[in-house]
């Protein structure tokens, strides 16, 4: 489930969870839904940057959910929001005209900018101009077009990777190919990322799975689980 925040759940052999002292008759093919709390990930393997370090510090829960920060649609605009207030600062955007009030206003630069601003340069000059003040130049919409696609891409990768390494952990041995159930906010404002999720997943997995069923939920329909639309 990819929103605000994000989550997974996989389904895990019952015989392999220790905490469940079931007897050994109900163990045989028997699967349980394993809630991963995956935004709380944190590793020293992930790539962070000065800014996702400063959208931690800044944030309501510093120091935890480092892999949610990385991924979710309540960061992915802030990330970019600081990359742009810091080239303001450098005098690298936005020479014709910027009113920075309202860019300088924490969580005003929404992630449901970032597709349309991937887009085309059109949309990128309207949204600029009709929420932020912002007058630019060619030069201008590409620079913020350029750090939309490259914080939307390091989302998509981490994402892929994420839902790879579940379909490695999740073997039902019946010969089915795994399935993979998708919803989420994130993935309805911007298409193209959950496209780049998917085919990162797929790419991992080439050698490793057979072709992986991918299913997305409907708007609305995310208080179902996404565990219980994959099986």
Same mark, same amino acid.
């Given at each position: 489930?990819?929103?605000?925040?994000?989550?997974?759940?996989?389904?895990?052999?019952?015989?392999?969870?220790?905490?469940?002292?079931?007897? /050994? &008759?109900? +163990?045989? #093919?028997? =699967?349980?839904?394993?809630?991963? $709390?995956?935004? %709380?990930?944190?590793?020293? *393997? @992930?790539?962070?940057?000065?800014?996702?370090?400063?959208?931690?510090?800044?944030?309501?829960?510093?120091?935890?959910?480092?892999?949610?920060?990385?991924?979710?649609?309540?960061?992915?605009?802030?990330?970019?929001?600081?990359?742009?207030?810091?080239?303001?600062?450098?005098?690298?955007?936005?020479?014709?005209?910027?009113?920075?009030?309202?860019?300088?206003?924490?969580?005003?630069?929404?992630?449901?900018?970032?597709?349309?601003?991937?887009?085309?340069?059109?949309?990128? /000059? &309207?949204? +600029?101009? #009709?929420? =932020?003040?912002?007058?630019?130049? $060619?030069?201008? %919409?590409?620079?913020?077009? *350029? @750090?939309?696609?490259?914080?939307?891409?390091?989302?998509?990768?981490?994402?892929?990777?994420?839902?790879?390494?579940?379909?490695?952990?999740?073997?039902?041995?019946?010969?089915?190919?795994?399935?993979?159930?998708?919803?989420?906010?994130?993935?309805?404002?911007?298409?193209?990322?959950?496209?780049?999720?998917?085919?990162?997943?797929?790419?991992?997995?080439?050698?490793?799975?057979?072709?992986?069923?991918?299913?997305?939920?409907?708007?609305?329909?995310?208080?179902?689980? /996404? &565990?219980?639309?994959?099986?």
């Amino acid at each position: 489930s990819f929103n605000r925040g994000i989550n997974a759940a996989y389904f895990e052999r019952l015989a392999n969870v220790e905490l469940l002292n079931q007897p /050994a &008759a109900t +163990l045989d #093919n028997a =699967f349980v839904a394993i809630d991963t $709390e995956i935004g %709380r990930f944190s590793s020293s *393997a @992930l790539p962070l940057t000065q800014w996702d370090h400063r959208v931690d510090r800044e944030s309501k829960h510093p120091g935890a959910r480092a892999f949610e920060k990385l991924v979710a649609d309540q960061y992915l605009g802030e990330i970019v929001r600081n990359l742009i207030t810091d080239l303001m600062d450098e005098r690298l955007l936005f020479a014709l005209r910027a009113d920075a009030r309202t860019i300088s206003t924490e969580y005003s630069f929404h992630t449901a900018y970032m597709a349309p601003i991937i887009e085309s340069e059109e949309a990128a /000059a &309207a949204i +600029l101009e #009709n929420e =932020f003040g912002m007058a630019t130049s $060619e030069a201008d %919409r590409q620079i913020v077009r *350029a @750090l939309c696609e490259i914080v939307a891409n390091r989302s998509a990768l981490l994402a892929g990777a994420m839902l790879a390494a579940l379909v490695q952990k999740t073997r039902t041995g019946d010969g089915a190919p795994p399935a993979v159930a998708l919803s989420g906010v994130l993935f309805d404002v911007n298409q193209k990322l959950a496209s780049d999720a998917v085919n990162t997943m797929q790419s991992l997995l080439a050698h490793k799975s057979s072709a992986v069923e991918v299913r997305f939920q409907r708007r609305g329909s995310e208080g179902l689980g /996404a &565990a219980i639309n994959a099986a």
